[in-house]
């Protein structure tokens, strides 16, 4: 296990590294000069080249690149061209909308995804199988933004139930933030929700063909029985690396969701950052979200791996 974990731990940094690398790279390259867009087309180049300067944009690549990854490292993210302000006291606000967001999302894809998937795999062939993979296969195909305006004109203009859009804060308290969130985190648990069915239906009808499993049934054991308290487990290690990568995906499609739904978290700041050139900004927080798939991801793998420590065996 210790192994396992020092070989995982070198590539989570291995990760991270090639992520910065990528997110530097890829903002660097857009085009546009982010000082004049700053001051405006009609500035003088004496004003241009002094902001160039002060923003450090006059200095080479790797020396930019350089200062930005330390200040990763000792965690300091900059500071934004357009606010003023450290980037991490602008992301404290946003990550409070888009992680409860997107943890919310996680909990319905669980609770729907895995809900449908056992029902199905319970009564294989039946028309409660058929019914189950039906709406998976329509949460598949439904893009969540359009899912969003259709949750709205249901919920918020037809029934007024829920609020179309915005976010009352948390100290509004935790009914109406929740509330708030709910229309968007069901639109972007659709599709994940979807999925999970799907696949945790296959591990379960899969891990019913193993021995174990008819052992257990030869001794008396329904198969309800034997799928939900043999079965269930062993189905749980592809299933725990596919929710590891949902939740990343679910912290990245947020980005579209919140601007659906008007919601002030990383999405929205991010399409406000790269309209006004705050490089700074995009850099940080698409290393963010990289950093948190990646971090996830190997939450994910070392959880798998307690769930079967044969993997670690094979590998």
Do not use: C
């Not at 971090?295 to 670690?312: E, H, K, N, T």
């Amino acid at each position: 296990m210790t192994t396992f974990l020092i070989r995982r731990l070198i590539g989570l940094l291995a990760a991270l590294l090639a992520a910065s690398i990528v997110t530097f790279v890829a903002v660097e390259i857009l085009p546009g000069d982010p000082a004049r867009s700053i001051l405006g087309i009609g500035a003088e180049p004496t004003a241009v080249a002094a902001l160039q300067h002060q923003l450090g944009l006059d200095q080479p690549v790797l020396i930019r690149y350089a200062h930005w990854v330390s200040g990763l490292v000792g965690g300091e993210l900059g500071l934004s061209w357009t606010y003023r302000v450290p980037v991490a006291d602008l992301l404290g606000p946003r990550l409070a909308v888009t992680i409860p967001l997107a943890v919310l999302a996680m909990l319905l894809t669980v609770v729907v995804g895995l809900g449908l998937g056992i029902v199905a795999a319970l009564r294989p062939g039946t028309a409660v199988d058929a019914g189950a993979m039906t709406l998976a296969h329509a949460g598949m195909a439904l893009p969540n933004f359009w899912l969003g305006l259709l949750l709205i004109l249901l919920f918020s203009v037809h029934l007024q139930w829920l609020p179309a859009g915005g976010f009352p804060g948390w100290d509004a308290g935790v009914v109406r933030a929740i509330g708030a969130l709910l229309l968007p985190a069901t639109a972007l648990a659709a599709v994940q929700a979807a999925i999970l069915a799907r696949v945790s239906r296959a591990a379960l009808l899969d891990v019913a063909k193993d021995d174990f499993v008819r052992t257990a049934r030869a001794k008396g054991l329904s198969q309800s029985g034997a799928l939900l308290r043999h079965a269930l487990r062993n189905a749980f290690v592809p299933v725990t690396a596919l929710m590891g990568l949902q939740f990343s995906y679910l912290i990245a499609g947020a980005v579209i969701v919140e601007n659906v739904f008007a919601l002030p978290g990383l999405g929205r700041f991010v399409f406000q950052a790269i309209a006004n050139r705050d490089l700074v900004v995009v850099e940080s927080v698409v290393w963010l979200l990289a950093a948190l798939v990646i971090v996830v991801s190997f939450v994910a793998d070392v959880a798998a791996r307690l769930l079967d420590p044969r993997l670690s065996e094979s590998r």
